[in-house]
């Protein structure tokens, strides 16, 4: 039986300011804190927890900086900061007494927490538990965690791709020789982009808590741990070989090397059953943070969509769809200019960024509007103005149109409103899949369409008359943020921007019954579209936008008669 595994977010105010901590759940009974390794996220616990649901509360909380948590903010994090976090966290929690199991860098901060809170754990199960000595650290520090630099053509993703997969080769993966040489199968190409998409997500802050594990020395809190500990890890992991350099273990502390993965986790199972904790208190809501976008995940019928808030200022609230493809990540950069004005509301769309996968063959136009008016009764922002941008401009239109109890005010951007012929020529070659490829190669076909976009339009037509002669914006870091966009959404995209394609706008906007204002950037590829657009509308013109993209909202808002 497979047990569901919901997402929240806790707000903390604590050693490091106001933050946010996106942690998994699952299960009933007692409490078990699951701690995951370095560069990845608690998504990697997820077959985990559905599996051990039957036993427990399972709490997994992602390390700070990684997953959807925020980051402590120094460049340089120690084991014990890291430990100090998890604590704020758990009080955040309510929780009481608990067990907890850590995998490698998880390992090494549940260990320092429970050194110093004894009363809280009931046990520990460390999954590789590692103690490097100086000479090993020094040239880890040195090889093992380079910075990520997105380059212009993308060569720094095959060179995250690779490291991904060299990891289960070699140990420490710049290694490369027979000492090295790992014995693990190499993942398949769906598992390294799992596993990629988390070292995407960290991104610049990748190397924190790996850098801390790095240094962390166990046996400084060994001697005086009070905690049941076991010890294990399963044969080819490298930090089995770790067991005998753990010289100040209290007695009582079991080790126990295992003979594949599979036992390493029954034998961490059977530790946690032997040592309960207390139940678990229900969720707490997510209190956001006063001054910035903050992070809630609503629990809709179709799945947990994930929105972005913030509720400083009086005038009217207004919600912000993306485009396909995109997030309320990157869609935030269309808000700075309403921070503090107005509540505001931007939400991942079904099957893009943190919200839940769509339905087989979504989403759809309408499967969006039915998600957006259940997320806009959630939050209580119903009087609101919509706004979208390309394809989430259609989503506010339609979810607009199926409101019978107000006219919502439109404020839309980059209509994808595209003659027939257009239209057949995106469906035939603007919409690839983008398929994991064991050498990577899928991500290079991501970065240059994504590069080819802000160069040509079509992005496919890379013809001299199809050049967009206006100065292109290619920074790399901006790229870097739409690539993981695209990637959070490999099929919903392609979906979304099809049923774009297809979506009767010319009747839709015709029939708005509020006021409505529609955009452009005087250099976007989306211009003439939009300006066909408005002709649908009896005295609609499309307003040409300038400035930086954080003005464009403010500027359409300006225009909406009456005032909204």
């Given at each position: 039986?497979?047990?569901?595994?919901?997402?929240?977010?806790?707000?903390?105010?604590?050693?490091?300011?106001?933050?946010?901590?996106?942690?998994?759940?699952?299960?009933?009974?007692?409490?078990?804190?699951?701690?995951?390794?370095?560069?990845?996220?608690?998504?990697?616990?997820?077959?985990?927890?559905?599996?051990?649901?039957?036993?427990?509360?399972?709490?997994?909380?992602?390390?700070?900086?990684?997953?959807?948590?925020?980051?402590?903010?120094?460049?340089?994090?120690?084991?014990?900061?890291?430990?100090?976090?998890?604590?704020?966290?758990?009080?955040?929690?309510?929780?009481?007494?608990?067990?907890?199991?850590?995998?490698?860098?998880?390992?090494?901060?549940?260990?320092?927490?429970?050194?110093?809170?004894?009363?809280?754990?009931?046990?520990?199960?460390?999954?590789?538990?590692?103690?490097?000595?100086?000479?090993?650290?020094?040239?880890?520090?040195?090889?093992?965690?380079?910075?990520?630099?997105?380059?212009?053509?993308?060569?720094?993703?095959?060179?995250?791709?690779?490291?991904?997969?060299?990891?289960?080769?070699?140990?420490?993966?710049?290694?490369?020789?027979?000492?090295?040489?790992?014995?693990?199968?190499?993942?398949?190409?769906?598992?390294?982009?799992?596993?990629?998409?988390?070292?995407?997500?960290?991104?610049?802050?990748?190397?924190?808590?790996?850098?801390?594990?790095?240094?962390?020395?166990?046996?400084?809190?060994?001697?005086?741990?009070?905690?049941?500990?076991?010890?294990?890890?399963?044969?080819?992991?490298?930090?089995?070989?770790?067991?005998?350099?753990?010289?100040?273990?209290?007695?009582?502390?079991?080790?126990?090397?295992?003979?594949?993965?599979?036992?390493?986790?029954?034998?961490?199972?059977?530790?946690?059953?032997?040592h309960r904790g207390d139940p678990a208190p229900a969720p707490v809501a997510t209190r956001l943070i006063p001054g910035r976008l903050g992070n809630r995940m609503l629990n809709l019928?179709?799945?947990?969509?994930?929105?972005r808030m913030q509720l400083e200022g009086n005038g009217r609230p207004l919600v912000l769809l993306h485009d396909a493809g995109r997030s309320a990540d990157t869609a935030g950069r269309?808000?700075?200019?309403?921070?503090?004005?107005?509540?505001?509301?931007?939400?991942?769309?079904?099957?893009?960024?943190?919200?839940?996968?769509?339905?087989?063959?979504?989403?759809?136009?309408?499967?969006?509007?039915?998600?957006?008016?259940?997320?806009?009764?959630?939050?209580?922002?119903?009087?609101?103005?919509?706004?979208?941008?390309?394809?989430?401009?259609?989503?506010?239109?339609?979810?607009?149109?199926?409101?019978?109890?107000?006219?919502?005010?439109?404020?839309?951007?980059?209509?994808?409103?595209?003659?027939?012929?257009?239209?057949?020529?995106?469906?035939?070659?603007?919409?690839?899949?983008?398929?994991?490829?064991?050498?990577?190669?899928?991500?290079?076909?991501?970065?240059?369409?994504?590069?080819?976009?802000?160069?040509?339009?079509?992005?496919?037509?890379?013809?001299?008359?199809?050049?967009?002669?206006?100065?292109?914006?290619?920074?790399?870091?901006?790229?870097?943020?739409?690539?993981?966009?695209?990637?959070?959404?490999?099929?919903?995209?392609?979906?979304?921007?099809?049923?774009?394609?297809?979506?009767?706008?010319?009747?839709?906007?015709?029939?708005?019954?509020?006021?409505?204002?529609?955009?452009?950037?005087?250099?976007?590829?989306?211009?003439?579209?939009?300006?066909?657009?408005?002709?649908?509308?009896?005295?609609?013109?499309?307003?040409?936008?300038?400035?930086?993209?954080?003005?464009?909202?403010?500027?359409?808002?300006?225009?909406?008669?009456?005032?909204?």
């Amino acid at each position: 039986m497979s047990h569901a595994v919901t997402r929240h977010f806790v707000t903390i105010d604590g050693r490091w300011g106001p933050r946010q901590v996106h942690y998994r759940r699952a299960g009933q009974g007692p409490v078990v804190v699951l701690l995951h390794q370095s560069p990845q996220s608690s998504r990697e616990f997820i077959p985990l927890m559905q599996r051990w649901a039957l036993h427990f509360t399972l709490i997994a909380p992602d390390t700070p900086g990684y997953g959807q948590s925020d980051p402590l903010g120094p460049a340089t994090v120690g084991i014990d900061m890291l430990a100090t976090a998890l604590g704020e966290c758990i009080d955040a929690l309510g929780l009481r007494r608990f067990g907890v199991y850590g995998f490698h860098t998880g390992a090494s901060i549940g260990l320092w927490y429970a050194a110093g809170h004894p009363e809280r754990v009931t046990a520990l199960a460390a999954n590789g538990l590692a103690q490097f000595d100086g000479a090993e650290r020094r040239l880890m520090l040195a090889q093992y965690l380079p910075r990520i630099v997105p380059a212009w053509d993308g060569s720094h993703l095959a060179w995250m791709w690779a490291r991904m997969r060299e990891q289960a080769i070699f140990f420490p993966w710049h290694e490369r020789n027979a000492a090295a040489r790992l014995s693990f199968d190499v993942p398949p190409a769906a598992a390294l982009q799992s596993a990629f998409m988390e070292f995407l997500r960290a991104g610049d802050h990748y190397a924190t808590a790996y850098a801390a594990a790095l240094e962390a020395q166990p046996d400084d809190v060994l001697a005086g741990l009070r905690v049941p500990l076991l010890v294990t890890a399963a044969a080819g992991d490298p930090l089995q070989a770790h067991f005998a350099r753990l010289r100040k273990a209290p007695q009582g502390v079991e080790f126990a090397a295992a003979p594949d993965r599979e036992a390493a986790l029954d034998r961490c199972l059977t530790q946690l059953l032997a040592h309960r904790g207390d139940p678990a208190p229900a969720p707490v809501a997510t209190r956001l943070i006063p001054g910035r976008l903050g992070n809630r995940m609503l629990n809709l019928p179709a799945g947990q969509m994930r929105v972005r808030m913030q509720l400083e200022g009086n005038g009217r609230p207004l919600v912000l769809l993306h485009d396909a493809g995109r997030s309320a990540d990157t869609a935030g950069r269309l808000v700075g200019g309403l921070a503090g004005t107005r509540p505001l509301l931007v939400a991942d769309l079904p099957g893009h960024g943190e919200s839940a996968p769509a339905a087989h063959g979504g989403p759809d136009i309408g499967a969006c509007a039915e998600a957006l008016r259940q997320a806009i009764g959630d939050t209580g922002l119903e009087a609101c103005v919509l706004a979208g941008q390309g394809a989430g401009s259609y989503v506010a239109l339609e979810t607009s149109r199926r409101d019978s109890h107000r006219a919502h005010p439109l404020a839309l951007l980059d209509l994808p409103f595209l003659g027939d012929e257009a239209c057949a020529a995106f469906r035939a070659q603007g919409l690839p899949a983008i398929e994991p490829q064991w050498h990577g190669g899928h991500l290079l076909q991501a970065w240059h369409l994504l590069r080819d976009g802000r160069l040509f339009f079509p992005w496919f037509d890379r013809r001299g008359a199809s050049a967009r002669r206006i100065a292109p914006d290619l920074d790399e870091r901006r790229l870097q943020e739409d690539l993981l966009d695209l990637l959070r959404a490999p099929e919903a995209w392609r979906n979304l921007f099809a049923a774009a394609l297809d979506y009767p706008a010319a009747e839709a906007l015709a029939g708005q019954r509020g006021p409505v204002a529609i955009g452009a950037a005087a250099g976007s590829a989306w211009l003439a579209a939009t300006q066909d657009a408005a002709r649908c509308r009896p005295g609609l013109t499309a307003g040409l936008l300038s400035g930086a993209d954080a003005g464009w909202l403010p500027a359409l808002l300006g225009s909406l008669q009456p005032p909204a």
